[in-house]
C-alpha cells in the first residue's frame, strides 16, 4: 500500500497550493480519502474527507470557503485545492484511506505547505 503525496511547497499569503495524493496496492474506489495536517506543536487534525462515491463529507471551519477536497477513481489520486492561504495553514498535510467495511486506515508520508506572511 502506498499514498504519495505531492504539491506542497512555500506560498505567500492569499496564495494558493494543489495537493495530491496518489493512491495504490488497495481498492482506491472502495476507500473514504481524507486530508490531514499536523502544525509544529499541535495535534493531527481532519482537514476535509470525501466519500468513496466523491461526495465531499466534513471539512474543518478553519478551511470552509478555502479549500476543496475532490477525487478522481480511474487515477487513484484525491486532491486538495487550498485558496486564500494563511500563515496558519502551516503544517504537514497527510493523506488518509479509511475502509467503513475493514475500519482500515493507510497514511501517507505528508507533504509540508509553508505559508508566509
Known amino acids: 500500500v502506498q499514498l504519495q503525496a505531492s504539491g506542497g511547497g512555500l506560498v505567500q499569503a492569499g496564495g494558493s497550493l494543489r495537493l495530491s495524493c496518489k493512491a495504490s496496492g488497495f481498492n482506491f474506489r472502495l476507500y473514504t480519502m481524507a486530508w490531514y495536517r499536523q502544525a509544529p506543536g499541535n495535534e493531527r487534525e481532519l482537514v476535509a474527507d470525501?466519500?468513496?462515491?466523491?461526495?465531499?463529507?466534513n471539512l474543518a471551519d478553519s478551511v470552509k470557503g478555502r479549500f476543496t477536497i475532490s477525487r478522481n477513481n480511474v487515477l487513484n489520486t484525491v486532491y486538495l485545492q487550498m485558496d486564500s492561504l494563511k500563515p496558519e495553514d502551516t503544517a504537514v498535510h497527510y493523506c488518509?484511506?479509511?475502509?467503513?467495511?475493514?475500519?482500515?486506515?493507510?497514511w501517507g508520508q505528508g507533504t509540508l505547505v509553508t505559508v508566509s506572511s
Open positions: 488518509n484511506a479509511y475502509s467503513h467495511d475493514t475500519m482500515t486506515h493507510y
Open positions: 470525501i466519500t468513496n462515491g466523491g461526495l465531499q463529507g
